[in-house]
C-alpha cells in the first residue's frame, strides 16, 4: 500500500467560496505532511470552516487574485516533498492520491490526472467544454511537440524540487501590484504543463475521474479562461524557442578568450 508519510505530502486546496464544499471535502482527505487551504478572499467564512472541519489545517490568503496565484502562494507555503493540487469544489476524488504518489515514487517528476486517457471520465464538464480541451490538448500537442491528453485539468502532482525551474509568478511582485499577473489564471495548468515540458521532465499522467461540483458555481469563463489558455500555449511556444535559440549564443560568448573582449 502507497505510504502517504513518507515521502512527505502536501496538500494544496486553492479555495474561494467554498466553505460548503470544504465542510465535505477536508474531512475526506487522508493524514498527510500538511494541509494548505489558500483563500481567495471569500466572503463566506471558507477560512473559518477550514480551520473548524479540519483542524491542523494550515490557511493562508493568497496575494493577488485568480487560481494560478492562490497555487504558487501554496507551492510558496508548502514544506513537504511532494505537492498535490486539490480543487475544493468536491471534484477531486481523495481515493486517487495514492494514484498520484505512487507514479512519483516510481520515478516520475510529475503526475498529471487526464480524464481523457483509459480509466479517466468526467461527470462535471459539459459538451462546449469538453470539444473545447480537447481542441486544446491537440494544438497544444501540435505546436509544443508534447503528448498530453488533458491540459487543462486541475489533479496533479509534482516533486517539490522542481518548483524552481517553473519560474512561476512571483507571489509578491516588485512593484507591489496587486493586478493579476500572467499566470494568475485558470491559465496555471496549462502554464505548468508546458514548463514541465520545457525542462523535459518525466510526466506521467494517471487516469482520474472528475466529479461533480457539489455545492455552488464554477469561477471558469469558458471564452475567456479558454483564450488565456490559447494565449499561455502561443506564448510559451515562443519563449521556449526564444531559450532554446539563445543556449548557444551564450556558451559561445562564455568561451570566448577574455582578450578578444578588447
Ligand atoms: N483561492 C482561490 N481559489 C480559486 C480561485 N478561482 C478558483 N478557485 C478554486 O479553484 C478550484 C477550481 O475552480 P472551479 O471554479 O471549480 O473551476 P472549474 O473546476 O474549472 O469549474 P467547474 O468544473 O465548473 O467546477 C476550486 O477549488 C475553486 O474554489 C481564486 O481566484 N482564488
Ligand atoms: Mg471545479
Same mark, same amino acid.
Given at each position: ?6 515521502? *512527505? ?16 471535502? =477536508? ?38 487574485? +485568480? ?9 510558496? #507555503?508548502?514544506? %513537504? ?49 469538453? =470539444?473545447?480541451? *480537447?481542441?486544446?490538448? =491537440? ?11 488533458? =491540459? ?23 512593484? %507591489? ?5 500572467? +499566470? ?28 461533480? *461540483?457539489?455545492? %455552488? ?8 479562461? +479558454?483564450? #488565456? ?34
Amino acid at each position: 500500500m502507497t505510504d502517504l508519510h513518507s515521502p *512527505r505530502i502536501s496538500i494544496i486546496v486553492p479555495a474561494r467560496n467554498e466553505a460548503k464544499n470544504l465542510e465535505i471535502v =477536508l474531512p475526506q482527505l487522508p493524514e498527510v505532511h500538511e494541509i494548505i487551504v489558500v483563500d481567495g478572499h471569500s466572503v463566506d467564512g471558507t477560512a473559518e470552516v477550514a480551520r473548524r472541519v479540519r483542524p491542523g489545517v494550515d490557511v493562508i490568503t493568497q496575494t493577488r487574485r +485568480g487560481k494560478g496565484n492562490a497555487l504558487v502562494c501554496g507551492f510558496e #507555503r508548502a514544506t %513537504g516533498d511532494i505537492i498535490v493540487m486539490f480543487d475544493a469544489d468536491g471534484s477531486a476524488d481523495a481515493a486517487e492520491i495514492p494514484r498520484f504518489v505512487d507514479a512519483l515514487v516510481r520515478g516520475a517528476d510529475v503526475s498529471k490526472g487526464s480524464r481523457y486517457m483509459a480509466g479517466g471520465a468526467s461527470e462535471d464538464i459539459t459538451l462546449h467544454r469538453n =470539444l473545447g480541451n *480537447r481542441m486544446l490538448n =491537440l494544438l497544444t500537442n501540435a505546436l509544443l511537440g508534447t503528448r498530453y491528453t488533458d =491540459l487543462c485539468y486541475g489533479y496533479n502532482a509534482f516533486w517539490r524540487r522542481v518548483l524552481p525551474a517553473l519560474e512561476l509568478p512571483p507571489v509578491h511582485l516588485a512593484d %507591489g501590484a496587486e493586478a493579476m499577473a500572467w +499566470g494568475d489564471g485558470f491559465e496555471i495548468e496549462t502554464l505548468l504543463n508546458c514548463r514541465f515540458a520545457q525542462n523535459r521532465l518525466r510526466v506521467v499522467e494517471v487516469p482520474s475521474v472528475e466529479l461533480s *461540483r457539489i455545492h %455552488g458555481e464554477s469561477n471558469l469563463h469558458a471564452i475567456s479562461d +479558454g483564450l #488565456r489558455v490559447l494565449r499561455t500555449v502561443l506564448d510559451e511556444r515562443r519563449r521556449w524557442r526564444t531559450r532554446t535559440r539563445l543556449e548557444p549564443a551564450l556558451l559561445e560568448a562564455a568561451i570566448e578568450p577574455s582578450g578578444a573582449m578588447g
